[in-house]
């Protein structure tokens, strides 16, 4: 069995082999690893993965990433209340699906939706766990490539507008570098400014078990605000006189959110809520600085060493001001609660490759890292009277440390069949204390063996060839920091529905088993088709539980039981010239994806995992044709019932995104690019319930109205 220790001591051993046999050679011969021509990531790697390259990131000119990701096969994209997205994988969001950034986990206060896609190279999806990645993958991972090495001198700007009922605003996008002799330097900037003004609502009901209706009220809520985001990105290149390669990256993110709302509670039936008027102001502000700097050494045995040091820091500030008053006209409440998080961490990666006869090609590698916040929570409030023992000036630090090891072999056995092999063990240490929680410990640890393979059958004629792939992996889900951490977060009108947030420090990983088998057909060049099925069961499967404590309503994270994930996916793309030798020049794709689960302690119908999305399909079509290129795509989600537990249930409404963008090439250096998003006009909207045996069935729905956006950008080289 691969063990840490033994893992540590194969490093070792590999690095002393490569001093010595540096000082062995008067100089050093610079390794270079060449790909064929026609070489595909997504044919060729044993390792199956979905590569999206920077042309289809930027072609409908998408001013942050999620937009981006809602258009890849097998990827959903949800929005909850206000602005909050959460990315996807098998209809699994909520810590099944890694989001990376660089082959790392992003740093706290970091927001995806932050991110421009101007500053991407390209986007990696891999529906199963390697061990070179985080085996915290019991969906998939989406890794998110920045651009890196300036290749020649660049001189790029955009600039944008966006146009629609709810959100307008200028966005911008730079690009400037250039290369020497032994180095390169490149800086990328992007922002936006967005001017917020729209109307949200609802509505909460229960009816009685006698079918009677006793509670209906409706909400809404006019919403004004603006939005500023900023991300810089430089990036310094060296190659030193031994060959070997420097790179320091370091990424800047800032983003402030001001936002005014006025949600009024009509009572049609029954007894209105504590606060039916209420009137709020929030000012939110994210902070989040990374660097790095990295080492490279390729040397004539076939040996390649990496590492690599980076910092990250990040600010969480909100700040929120709450006046409201009761049924009676009366105030209600008159107060702020600030929220202030600083976060710092420190971490450490690296890995050692070698290519050794018998097609094998090794890789030995570590990622540790140390992280701690400390966190401020005051609220005042001049009218309302709370509770005895309440505390209103809390303060809560974290450290969370994390150690990773791997080893790996890519086993080329013959041309037609490929072999991955790997292991990683994980560990996790957290304490957490303050003057609010209890002080606490948790400590969990993970070993994950993968295997894949790939099978080629012979070619015909010179086409190409059919494969198939198979894959067994271990992977597991950790609880967020939020989870285990047992304090508690307060809403306005507290119900069954709307509950206060506890978490739980006795929360154990999930840990999952996986099957993964696929059939791809190439035909064409840029042309395939995929079908592939996967099966996940998962123990100690986390839910979450709502209770009355005697004065309010809590939500709170337990382990519950087993659950089963199964999926089925179909994808496929090609251009129209591979099918008809005179058609224009359109590439088409498409794809189906539907998901199962079953939750075992659960009754069912409809019992699946927490707010899996049932069913997803894409569609698009492009076009290009001298000076333009346009095209279009359609992106749908099932929505429907899920039963979460005996007595909580959630229902989405299915959303259908229609997008096309046309771009006009004026000369080499002058494009101007318009793109439509949401042109069905389609909102977000669910619906979650809980039935209490006593009071009845309890439903809460929310509406976030979207609208139909024009975006405009001015692209130039210079």
Known sequence: MLRPRNLAILVASLCAQASAQESANSGPIQQVEVKGAGYDARRDDTAARIVVKREEV???????????????????????????????????????????????????????????????????????ATAEFSSESVAGTINIVLRKKASKRQREAKLGYLLSSDFTGPTFSTEVGDTGEKSSWSLSASGNHDSLDREWGGAEENTRPDGRVDMYRTTHAPEKGHMNRLNLSPRLNWTLDNGDTLAWESIFNSASFRNGAHPVVTTWIGRPPQTPDLQTFGEFDDRMLKSDLSWTRSLDSSLKLEAKLGAEWSSSKRFYRRSGLDARGLPETEGSVLSDTHARGLNSTGKATRTIDGGHLLALGWDLRYNESSDIRAERDTVRVFPAGWLLDEDFRANLKRAAFYGQDEWTITPALSLYLGARWEGVRTRVAGNAVESTKVRSSVLSPILQTLYKFPAKDGKPADQLRFAVSRTYKSPELNDI????????????????????????????????????????????????GALRRIDDYISNEIYFDGLRWIFTPVNDDRAVMRSLEIETKFPLKSLFAGAPAIDLRASVSRYWSQVASVPGPNNRMEQQTPLTANLGADYKSGALAAGASVAHRRGGYVQVDRERGFYRVARTDLDAYAAWTFNPKLTLRIALSNLLGEDNSFEPSYFDPVRGLEKRRWDYPDSVKLRTTLEMKF
């Open 58 to 128: 930027v072609r409908y000119g998408d001013s942050n990433v999620a937009d981006v990701l809602k258009r890849i096969p097998g990827v959903t994209v949800t929005t909850g209340a206000g602005r909050s997205t959460e990315i996807r994988m098998r209809g699994l969001g909520g810590g099944y699906t890694q989001i990376l950034v660089n082959g790392e986990r992003t740093p706290a206060g970091f927001a995806l939706d932050t991110l421009s896609p101007d500053m991407i190279e390209r986007i990696e999806v891999l529906r199963v």
């Open 485 to 532: 951490v047992p304090r508690r977060s307060a809403w306005e009108n507290n119900s069954a529905t709307e509950a206060d947030f506890q978490g739980n420090p006795d929360l154990k990983p999930e840990l999952a088993w996986g099957l993964d088998a696929a059939w791809e057909h190439y035909w064409a060049e840029g042309a395939m088709l995929s079908v592939s």
